[in-house]
């Protein structure tokens, strides 16, 4: 640098403030832009969490729905039990047909259940009820 003139070093500091504050220009560019993507992303996110909120909302409802639908049916097979006095097998035989019934025709298993409550308030064996249930129905 010995033979450099005071002219070249401000060419020099002007050139390196010039670059310095097109970096700078650069950085401010950047910096706005990555605020523009956090925003968006900000939003998306907003989205999938409504979303996810909606879905897992839908899918304890459906899970209430169908625990509130066993225990209505353990409920009315209880009174089965109880009315009849069935036990072991022919509890289980009067569970199935209830079951089946509630399945294959357009009543409920619960509704299957209540007409079993009524043929053993009628009197029938558990042999009967189970035979006599599909008619019933």
């Known amino acids: 640098m010995a033979g450099t003139t005071v002219g070249e070093i401000r060419a020099r500091i002007e050139l390196d403030m010039s670059n310095w504050t097109r970096r700078q220009a650069q950085i401010r560019n950047d910096m706005a832009q ?78 299957a259940a209540e007409g079993l409550q009524y043929l053993a308030m009628a009197g029938f064996s558990v042999k009967a009820q189970v035979g006599s249930l599909p008619a019933v129905l």
């Open 34 to 111: 990555m605020g523009r993507s956090s925003a968006n992303l900000s939003k998306q996110m907003g989205l999938i969490q409504k979303a996810s909120l909606a879905v897992g909302g839908a899918v304890v409802a459906g899970i209430g729905v169908s625990v509130k639908k066993a225990a209505d049916f353990e409920e009315a097979m209880s009174r089965v039990k109880a009315i009849s006095g069935a036990t072991g097998q022919d509890f289980e035989d009067l569970k199935n047909i209830a079951a089946k019934m509630g399945a294959e025709t357009k009543y409920t298993a619960v509704e």
